[in-house]
């Protein structure tokens, strides 16, 4: 049986020290079958310079360039209508993606698919996610224990409503770990360009609201190098998210959470921009506006959250 083809795609900006590395991470997969798409947004550094001497030397490599930088969902979005496969995986241009990542990924979205009929399905890598100081944590794949989210529980997991504690949202759906067909983009849309990020939540939702199913991978088969990047920042982040709960507004409406879910971007913020004390003064307004909501999600994030930041910062530097 002929094995499907799978489109690797790649965004870069400005990634000099390390496209190299994800292209080769590409192509050192050993499924057969695969192309690789590049797409370079507007990079000032010499990363193309980089992915044309990769491409000197294999022939999967295409390289499409955005002259001027559009963002990270626009890139995505070329990368897509440029994809010959028919499956689609996402690699980041700093990460590493181990040899077999393409093929699980791959053959659990086929056994998916064949025991349950279904047609639209993403399939989340398990990775373990690294720090400048070498600290390591594990993310195991949501949907890679029982049970997997499928339509409204993924909906509920992104948009602050009550979840099913019983299905399993592990590590989340970020971008960079995600495999699904290029038909899942026809039926759903492309990646919101008006989100610089969350594009990630913001395709979640829209699979869970067109009844997706998601599935991860067991086998940890994905390393993220942990970075800063210029829309990492505290208030970049506070906008997207912020843009990302509006546009679903109508749906935060019907179970009064949009203003709940505000004011928790907004503790978040204060919490990464290092402004603790209108994090705390946010936390007792929130606890006097929804006691129990407030307590609850607090008591079940915030002693991991401490815990994992002090990690991330031990013996830095």
């Not at 009064?256 to 921009?273: C, T």
């Amino acid at each position: 049986m002929d094995l499907p083809l799978i489109t690797i795609g790649i965004t870069c900006y400005n990634a000099a020290d390390t496209i190299g590395r994800a292209i080769e991470g590409a192509l050192k997969q050993d499924y057969p079958n695969f192309e690789i798409v590049v797409v370079d947004d507007g990079s000032k550094d010499n990363s193309i310079e980089i992915i044309r001497e990769k491409q000197k030397h294999s022939d999967k490599i295409r390289l499409i360039i955005h002259e001027q930088n559009k963002g990270f969902p626009s890139a995505l979005n070329t990368m897509i209508e440029n994809a010959q496969g028919d499956l689609i995986a996402i690699f980041d241009d700093d990460d590493e993606s181990h040899t077999d990542r393409i093929r699980k990924q791959c053959e659990a979205i086929e056994h998916y698919e064949s025991n349950t009929k279904a047609e639209l399905v993403a399939c989340y890598a398990s990775l373990q996610k690294k720090y400048p100081n070498q600290y390591a944590v594990d993310f195991p794949a949501i949907g890679s224990r029982q049970k997997n989210p499928i339509g409204d529980d993924i909906v509920r997991y992104h948009l602050y409503l009550e979840r099913d504690p019983d299905v399993f949202y592990g590590g989340g759906t970020p971008s960079c770990a995600l495999m699904t067909r290029k038909s899942t983009f026809r039926t759903i849309g492309l990646y919101d360009p008006k989100l610089r990020r969350n594009e990630d939540c913001d395709f979640a939702v829209r699979l869970g609201l067109h009844g997706g199913h998601i599935i991860g991978t067991k086998d940890f088969i994905l390393t993220q190098y942990a970075s800063l990047g210029a829309d990492k920042k505290p208030h970049i982040a506070r906008d997207s998210e912020l843009a990302f709960i509006t546009k679903y507004k109508n749906i935060l409406d019907r179970y009064n959470r949009y203003e709940y879910a505000k004011d928790w971007i907004n503790v978040r913020y204060y919490h990464f921009a290092g402004k603790k004390a209108l994090a705390i003064a946010q936390i007792v307004k929130m606890t006097a506006k929804y006691p129990i909501l407030t307590v609850k999600r607090f008591f079940k994030a915030a002693p991991k959250r401490l815990l994992h930041e002090w990690k991330m910062q031990k013996d830095a530097g």
